[in-house]
């Protein structure tokens, strides 16, 4: 497993990434919400969430559905977030 330093560069390489995990930080929302709150286009909140799921940081707390997934961050990508080098 990667560790804090190692995941925070990670996200802090992307602009998307890191506003994606701000946004969950929030609350728990779905990844159209993601897109309007950060004013990003949805391929790029899928993509990103994607990464962000295989490390880890965030995860899909419906996934039996198909469409309108909500998404939460994880206790590790929280720990990321409050993570200062």
Same mark, same amino acid.
């Given at each position: 497993?990667?560790?804090?330093?190692?995941?925070?560069?990670?996200?802090s390489?992307?602009?998307?990434?890191?506003?994606?995990?701000?946004? *969950?930080? %929030?609350?728990?929302?779905?990844?159209?919400?993601?897109?309007?709150?950060?004013?990003?286009?949805?391929?790029?909140?899928?993509?990103?969430?994607?990464? *962000?799921q295989? %490390? %880890? *940081?965030?995860?899909?707390?419906?996934?039996?559905k &198909?469409?309108? &997934?909500?998404?939460?961050?994880?206790?590790l990508?929280?720990?990321?977030?409050?993570?200062?080098?």
């Amino acid at each position: 497993m990667e560790n804090i330093r190692q995941l925070y560069a990670f996200i802090s390489t992307s602009k998307i990434r890191k506003n994606v995990l701000g946004a *969950l930080s %929030k609350k728990d929302i779905r990844q159209v919400e993601i897109a309007k709150s950060i004013k990003e286009k949805q391929p790029n909140v899928s993509k990103a969430l994607a990464d *962000l799921q295989k %490390k %880890k *940081l965030v995860e899909c707390l419906t996934p039996e559905k &198909k469409a309108w &997934k909500v998404y939460g961050i994880t206790d590790l990508g929280r720990q990321v977030l409050k993570y200062r080098p």
